[in-house]
T-cell receptor, first 112, second 111 residues
Framework: NAGVTQTPKFQVLKTGQSMTLQCAQDMNHNSMYWYRQDPGMGLRLIYYSASEGTTDKGEVPNGYNVSRLNKREFSLRLESAAPSQTSVYFC???????????FGDGTRLSIL | RKEVEQDPGPFNVPEGATVAFNCTYSNSASQSFFWYRQDCRKEPKLLMSVYSSGNEDGRFTAQLNRASQYISLLIRDSKLSDSATYLCVLSSSGGSYIPTFGRGTSLIVHP
C-alpha cells in the first residue's frame, strides 16, 4: 500500500549542483503537487499538475522545473541549487484539485 | 490580509480538555475545506474534510461558517497523542483550484 513515494529521502548538495526529486503515486490520481516547507513558513506550493499533460506554477516556482512524466510520476528539478533552496520537499497527489491530498514522506534537502 | 490565517499557538492543554482552533480565509469563492494533522518532521495527513453542514468524527468536530469566512476544529477529551500541528487547507474556484495551506496551529497536550 505505497501511496505516494518520494526519492531520495535525504540529499546534500553543493551550491550550483543540479538534481531531480522523484515522486510516484499508485492511486490513479489525476493531480499532483510539489511543496516546500520551511520553519515558520508553512507549506508553499512550487508547481502542480492538475492532470496528466499539464503543469502550472504555484506560489514559489523560481529556481525549479517540473515534468509530469505520466499519470503516476511527477518530478521536480533544481537546475542550479542555491542555499535558499534548503528545505523539506513534499510531493502530494489527489483525485482532482478540490479533493484531499495524499502526501509522500518528504525529501530533506540541504544545500551547502 | 493573508489568504488563509491560523493562530500558530502553541495551545498547551491538559489531557481531557476540549480545545478549538479557527482558520479564517479571505477568498469567498473557496469551495473545499480540509483539516490536516502534521507530526514533527513528518508529512501532513488528512484529518477530516469540512462540510457546510458540519461534520463529526469521534472526538473531532469540524464546522464551516461561510458568512464569517472561517472553519473550525474542535477536539474533545484531548489525548497526549493529539499533540501535533493542525493545518487548514482550502481550494478556491477561479479556474485553477490551487489548494492553499494555512501555516498551522501547534497543539501540545500534557499529562
Amino acid at each position: 500500500n505505497a501511496g505516494v513515494t518520494q526519492t531520495p529521502k535525504f540529499q546534500v548538495l553543493k551550491t550550483g549542483q543540479s538534481m531531480t526529486l522523484q515522486c510516484a503515486q499508485d492511486m490513479n490520481h489525476n493531480s499532483m503537487y510539489w511543496y516546500r516547507q520551511d520553519p515558520g513558513m508553512g507549506l508553499r506550493l512550487i508547481y502542480y499538475s492538475a492532470s496528466e499533460g499539464t503543469t502550472d506554477k504555484g506560489e514559489v516556482p523560481n529556481g525549479y522545473n517540473v515534468s509530469r512524466l505520466n499519470k503516476r510520476e511527477f518530478s521536480l528539478r533544481l537546475e542550479s541549487a542555491a542555499p535558499s533552496q534548503t528545505s523539506v520537499y513534499f510531493c502530494a497527489s489527489s483525485e482532482a484539485p478540490v479533493q484531499p491530498q495524499h502526501f509522500g514522506d518528504g525529501t530533506r534537502l540541504s544545500i551547502l | 490580509r493573508k489568504e488563509v490565517e491560523q493562530d500558530p499557538g502553541p495551545f498547551n492543554v491538559p489531557e481531557g480538555a476540549t480545545v478549538a482552533f479557527n482558520c479564517t480565509y479571505s477568498n469567498s469563492a473557496s469551495q473545499s475545506f480540509f483539516w490536516y494533522r502534521q507530526d514533527c518532521r513528518k508529512e501532513p495527513k488528512l484529518l477530516m474534510s469540512v462540510y457546510s453542514s458540519g461534520n463529526e468524527d469521534g472526538r473531532f468536530t469540524a464546522q464551516l461558517n461561510r458568512a464569517s469566512q472561517y472553519i473550525s476544529l474542535l477536539i474533545r477529551d484531548s489525548k497526549l497523542s493529539d499533540s501535533a500541528t493542525y493545518l487548514c487547507v482550502l481550494s478556491s474556484s477561479g479556474g485553477s483550484y490551487i489548494p492553499t495551506f494555512g501555516r498551522g496551529t501547534s497543539l501540545i497536550v500534557h499529562p
